[in-house]
């Protein structure tokens, strides 16, 4: 496995990165026990960085994968809370839940709007910037899918690390058209920024060019680590022969892939709350009930976390 140092944190991280929230409940609800076998055999394996949110629901997964692990572990997490009370909270909350003293590198969760920058998000970045003077995590940040985020963020001087979407065909990355995102990317790292892809695989969009998308995502030189979500062993198999350059057969990859898709139970009552969370303008109503385009969704869940009904569901 190689490691590198993320930005000019100081944290050193594997390029390997470990994507928490397919298996958490927002996505595949995979039971604790079996979530944590899988991360702890990554963690043997030589992956160091797990991504986890507030939202996601598995900081279980991962303290029990880490209890009692003595090598390297680094954990990234994040909340969308808006206020520097709730942003204090919610450190603490990774801190309990997790068992650790400290957070690695604590994120602003899904910053989707250039005005969340100036106004919505001023009290959760000061409260993280106080926690990093604390000593309670090492590193702030922000994750988005929005390319606008990214490039003003990117000017911030006390920017330490972003977590954007970046795969081989942009999917999902909001503005993205007619940009030089490689060239842009590479002005943030080279500017000392921490980087790490999510969705390498567009979603699940790229599941039939799994390895290619992979391997576009492993070979970027300037993305310090790639997020890979995985709920199997085979998955886990299949995606570290990838990373290694290992040849993969097509029985390997129908074993580890998973077509996972989002889908809107019969009873919503189409109140619409789940369009307003949906930036990619995946969602819609029709004759009175939320239908789902699966050209344009990403299956971030979001939508998933507005229905308080449960009536969005993934497979
Ligand atoms: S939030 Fe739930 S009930 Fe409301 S429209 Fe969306 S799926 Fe239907
Ligand atoms: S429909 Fe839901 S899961 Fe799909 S992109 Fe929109 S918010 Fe995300």
Redo the contacts with the bound molecule.
């Keep these: 496995m190689q490691y590198t140092m993320l930005g000019k944190t100081g944290i050193r991280v594997s390029r390997f990165a470990f994507g928490t929230l397919t298996m958490a409940p927002m996505q595949r609800d995979v039971p604790v026990e079996d979530g944590a076998q899988l991360i702890r055999e990554a963690l043997q394996r030589g992956v160091t960085l797990l991504d986890t949110a507030q939202a996601y629901g598995s900081y279980p997964h991962i303290r029990r994968a880490i209890e009692g692990y003595r090598g390297e572990v680094v954990i990234a997490s994040k909340s969308a809370t808006k206020c520097y009370r709730e942003m204090e909270e919610a450190v603490r909350e990774a801190c309990q839940e997790l068992g650790r003293e400290i957070i690695d590198i604590f994120l602003m969760h899904a910053v989707q709007r250039e005005e969340d920058l100036a106004e919505r998000r001023e009290g959760a970045w000061r409260c993280l910037q106080d926690l990093k003077k604390k000593g309670v995590i090492r590193a702030a940040g922000l994750s988005t899918h929005n390319f606008n985020v990214f490039i003003e963020a990117a000017g911030w001087p006390e920017i330490d690390v972003m977590h954007p979407i970046f795969n081989m065909i942009s999917f999902g990355l909001l503005n993205a058209e007619g940009r030089d995102v490689p060239g842009i990317i590479k002005q943030a790292y080279e500017k000392g920024i921490g980087l790490y892809a999510m969705k390498p695989l567009a979603g699940g969009h790229l599941h039939k060019n799994v390895e290619s998308a992979l391997r576009f995502a492993f070979d970027f030189p300037y993305m310090h680590a790639v997020t890979v979500g995985m709920v199997k062993q085979e998955e886990l198999d299949v995606n570290l022969k990838i990373y290694y350059r290992q040849p993969v057969t097509e029985a390997e990859l129908q074993a580890a892939a998973s077509n996972k898709r989002m889908y809107?139970?019969i009873?919503?009552?189409?109140?619409?709350?789940?369009?307003e969370t949906c930036e990619q303008g995946a969602?819609a109503?029709r004759e009175g009930?939320?239908v789902i385009d699966y050209h344009s969704c990403i299956l971030c869940g979001y939508?998933r976390q507005?229905?308080?009904?449960?009536?969005?569901r993934i497979i």
């Design positions: 809107v139970v009873f919503c009552q189409g109140c619409g709350r789940c369009l969602i109503l009930k939320a939508c507005a229905c308080t009904q449960n009536f969005i």
